[in-house]
Nanobody, 127 residues
Framework: QVQLVESGGGVVQAGGSLRLSCAASGRIFSRNAMAWFRQAPGKEREFVAGITWSSGRAAYADSVKGRFTISRDNAKDTVYLQMNSLKPEDTAVYYC????????????????????WGQGTQVTVSS
């Protein structure tokens, strides 16, 4: 079983920055894609950013391109999301997810392709 634990959420003013971390533990499936999703109140969970195991490719939602950066440290089994120029509309619970079937170069943007999820961390951006 894989466990994912997010950290780094909090309250920040518009224009500020936060860095989220997601540490994976347990029976790790190596060579897998990881991603961040978010869910605002009353809305569906949406893709934010994802990265291949090899870190050779990353993908972003249009709403965060140029502001958010995803990265990973495979030696630490950790993925990060650096969020800059935050906006009130970025307010949501952010979830880390792992796709155990992706292989080293695969990357899906589809929520139902990810089979392991963290508990989520709240990000609140005040105007």
């Amino acid at each position: 079983q894989v466990q994912l634990v997010e950290s780094g959420g909090g309250v920040v003013q518009a224009g500020g920055s936060l860095r989220l971390s997601c540490a994976a533990s347990g029976r790790i499936f190596s060579r897998n894609a990881m991603a961040w999703f978010r869910q605002a109140p009353g809305k569906e969970r949406e893709f934010v950013a994802g990265i291949t195991w090899s870190s050779g490719r990353a993908a972003y939602a249009d709403s965060v391109k140029g502001r958010f950066t995803i990265s990973r440290d495979n030696a630490k089994d950790t993925v990060y999301l650096q969020m800059n120029s935050l906006k009130p509309e970025d307010t949501a619970v952010y979830y880390c997810a792992l796709d155990s079937k992706s292989g080293p170069f695969g990357l899906s943007l589809r929520r139902n392709e990810y089979d392991y999820w963290g508990q989520g961390t709240q990000v609140t951006v005040s105007s």
